[in-house]
């Protein structure tokens, strides 16, 4: 179980807005989801002294590894996104939702003759209408009883409605007018699902209309001198204006849109977009990138949505907000109105609602780059503290910007590969990786394998250094035409391996004439470091940082050498008998292990059976069963490698 101090983040990072926070735990799953007026006072909640935490949000806190956060306008935002969250991510520690319940819902039943306003869960159902959701029960139930001065529809359930209209007394609510009692005549069935409507209406946002309404009423009371009518025309006014200040929706509900946010300095960007569907911020998505080309607004936002739609036409609403245009807006909406196949609309929000909602997803922009940014100073200074460190330790005499590390593969001498893996300022730059297979004389032994690899390595740099246009990794960057060459040369050589490991590698430098790239091995017993023609190595203390970065490079490098070497050997252990058969080629091979599942039942299987695969006919069939018996009778087991007894 991870420390919450490990994870904790930092007060300044944290924004004081309404928000919905997540706690994932190692493996990155989301373990609990929360709202908050204020998102810094709530998550301080969590990293108090853990004697003071309720049971279960010790063990949550502690089983979890990383806290993130999305802010939103308002409080009725944030329940909505916590709502949908749990829904999609089903938290282990949310356990009031995890049953067979939901959030509830104001439903208007529009589908019956009398329509019914009521608090409900669950499925909902064609013909009826859903406000919400509300969080909890009590809240809409309040709004509802609230709501009733104003709407008196009926609440009733349709046993209580059926025993009133056969009695011809309506039920409490009806004397208290609190309900028009549609069950005794007191209102038309028209009368009443107008009624309905206007519900339907103040909650779907258009509050305006009534409360202009109810405060003309209310002036004309005062001017006929009628304070009491006036005076609940006022009352009425005040409960329709908490209503909806408490219960505004995000957007209309027909709203489908994509809302990005972006917030950049000069040499990265941060990317927020809020996915909008029926009105309700349905899910988020953020990254950082950096900025590697002088691109405008206009031409950065291009390249967003290029990127995030090209292989997601699935994905793509009717409306996509961004906040500046491409300039080239016709082609771009014409595209994506082609990949989703009906109109997109691409535009800036102005004002209104949706204008609101692309200032807090830029806000979100704007804290996700400041977050990356306060964490990556102190990744910098950790990395700068390790290469310093490591640069004295060694004796080197320029900086170690640029590190590269080496580690051969092989089973018992066979498939040897190698591989070498670049970190640049500490960090791993997976694009320049390279693997090597290595045959004949080279692979004899480690030593061999390692001079081998490191003279291919360095010859090639020298070869282009010479004549740039020789050689090249034949990678073209995105968007240009040229090749991307690859001569930079390391700061300094890390070779996996002690002493011979290190003089075969410094052998191969000093053969090409090379005497400015230090060489160093990192021994796996006690990890110590060695250097050439040293008979004494360098120990680096155990908690050194320095240490921990070079234990990385020889970790990665072993992990990227042994993937390598898997693959390799994999394939020689399949197709190395099938290899030797004549006239038979790869698709008729991938056919035969494809019908029989394994070498040992090709082995197996007679002449009819053989035939069965499609493109084996008899000569074939006949060939592949006198191969396979030869190859046996060698004593040779070429698919484990192997010599037989």
């Known amino acids: 179980m991870a420390d919450p101090a490990s994870y904790r983040p930092k007060s300044s990072d944290i924004p004081t807005k309404p928000g919905v926070y997540r706690f994932r735990d190692e493996h990155g799953r989301v373990i609990y989801v929360g709202k908050a007026r204020v998102l810094r006072n709530r998550l301080a909640s969590y990293f108090i002294n853990p004697e003071r ?251 967003l949505l290029t990127q995030v739609y090209a292989d997601h036409a699935d994905r793509i609403p009717r409306e996509v907000l961004v906040p500046t245009l491409p300039d080239d807006i016709e082609d771009v909406t014409t595209w994506l109105t082609e990949l989703r196949g009906s109109k997109v609309s691409l535009r800036v929000a102005q004002r209104g609602d949706k204008a609101a909602l692309a200032s807090t997803v830029v806000e979100n922009a704007e804290q996700a780059l400041r977050l990356h940014k306060s964490k990556r100073a102190g990744d910098i200074s950790t990395r700068s503290a390790a290469m310093q460190e490591l640069q004295e330790a060694l004796g080197a005499e320029t900086a170690l910007l640029r590190i590269e590390c080496y580690d051969a593969s092989h089973t018992q001498g066979t498939n040897v590969v190698a591989s070498m893996v670049v970190f640049e300022d500490g960090l791993p730059k997976k694009s320049e990786y390279r693997k090597f297979s290595i045959t004949g004389d080279a692979a004899r032994d480690d030593t061999a394998s390692m001079y081998d690899v490191i003279h291919r390595r360095f010859s090639r740099y020298l070869k282009e250094k010479i004549d740039p246009d020789t050689f090249s990794t034949g990678e073209v960057e995105p968007g240009t035409s040229e090749v991307k060459k690859f001569a930079y040369p390391p700061s300094l050589v890390i070779v996996d391996g002690g002493p011979p490991q290190v003089a075969a590698a410094q052998k191969a430098l000093d053969d090409l004439g090379i005497d400015d790239i230090p060489v160093v091995g990192l021994a796996k017993r006690l990890e110590e470091l060695w250097l050439p023609e040293d008979p004494f190595p360098v120990i680096l203390p155990r908690a050194s940082a320095a240490l921990y970065l070079v234990q990385r490079l020889r970790d990665e490098a072993h992990r990227f050498a042994i993937t390598f070497h898997r693959a390799k050997r994999s394939k020689s252990m399949i197709s190395s008998d099938l290899d030797a058969v004549p006239g038979l080629g790869k698709s008729k091979q991938e056919a035969l292990r494809k019908h029989f599942g394994s070498m040992k039942k090709i082995r197996a299987a007679s002449l009819e059976q053989l035939m069965e695969v499609s493109g084996v006919g008899e000569k074939l069939a006949t060939s592949i069963k006198e191969s396979l018996e030869d190859t046996s009778r060698a004593g040779v087991n070429m698919t484990a490698g192997e010599i037989l007894d």
């Open 53 to 303: 935490l309720t049971a279960k949000t010790r063990t949550m806190v502690f089983s979890a590894a990383s806290v993130e956060w999305t802010t939103v306008g308002s409080e009725l935002e944030a329940l909505q996104l916590e709502y949908t969250w749990i829904k999609e991510y089903t938290p282990r520690f949310n356990i009031v939702f995890r049953d067979d319940k939901t959030y509830p819902y104001l439903a208007i039943t529009m589908d019956e003759q009398f329509p019914r306003a009521l608090v409900m869960r669950g499925d909902k159902r064609k013909g009826v209408k859903y406000f919400g959701p509300f969080y909890p029960a009590k809240a809409i139930r309040e709004t509802l009883d609230t709501l009733l001065r104003v709407f008196p529809v009926r609440t009733c359930a349709p046993g209580v409605f059926k025993r009133a209209e056969a009695s011809g007394r309506p039920c409490l609510l009806g004397y208290i007018d609190k309900c028009s009692a549609p069950c005794v005549g007191r209102i038309s069935p028209e009368d009443h699902r107008a009624l309905a409507d206007d519900l339907c209406t103040f909650m779907g946002g258009e509050a305006g209309k009534f409360t202009r309404e109810l405060t003309a009423q209310m002036q004309a009371a005062v001017a006929n001198l009628e304070y009491e009518q006036a005076a609940r025309y006022r009352d009425d006014i005040a409960a329709l204006n908490r209503v909806f200040e408490r219960n505004a929706v995000v957007l209309a509900e027909s709203t489908e849109a994509d809302i990005f946010g972006i917030h950049a300095d000069e040499l990265e960007a941060a990317v927020q977009v809020f996915h909008v569907r029926d009105g309700r911020i349905r899910s988020q998505r953020g990254w950082v990138v950096e900025k590697v080309a002088d691109l405008t607004d206009a031409e950065f936002v291009e390249q």
